[in-house]
Nanobody, 123 residues
């Protein structure tokens, strides 16, 4: 499995970004997927997860109502649409493939990770 995250960048507070995560090996279509983030000096934290068919999504409380996770199984790509960004959202964002068909909030529920993409929100 090779996960490639992209779409990060610098954005002003209140702005939006869309992250993408593509599995170049096309082996994730039957697995849940998720997004995590790690800010400088902090632990990696769960952001959002999506089940294999997109039918079930979960979010961290800190991003509910602002972020939307989705996936296009045919394109082997997962997305994270982020809006109303704040400086507290600044972090490296990682995508991950779950061990099962459903996503979870714990990092141990995932066994493959992408390289991360930097999101910086300026005030």
């Amino acid at each position: 499995v090779q996960l490639q995250a992209s779409g990060g960048g610098l954005v002003q507070a209140g702005g939006s970004l869309r992250l993408s995560c593509t599995d170049s090996t096309r082996t994730s279509s039957n697995n849940g997927m998720g997004w995590f983030r790690q800010a400088t000096g902090k632990e990696r934290e769960f952001v959002a997860g999506i089940s294999w068919n997109g039918g079930h999504t979960i979010y961290a409380d800190s991003v509910k109502g602002r972020f939307t996770i989705s996936r296009n199984r045919a394109a082997n790509t997962m997305y994270l649409q982020m809006s109303s960004l704040t400086p507290e959202d600044t972090a490296i964002y990682y995508c991950a493939k779950a061990r099962s068909a459903v996503a979870g909030t714990g990092a141990d529920r995932y066994n493959y990770w992408g390289q991360g993409t930097q999101v910086t929100v300026s005030s």
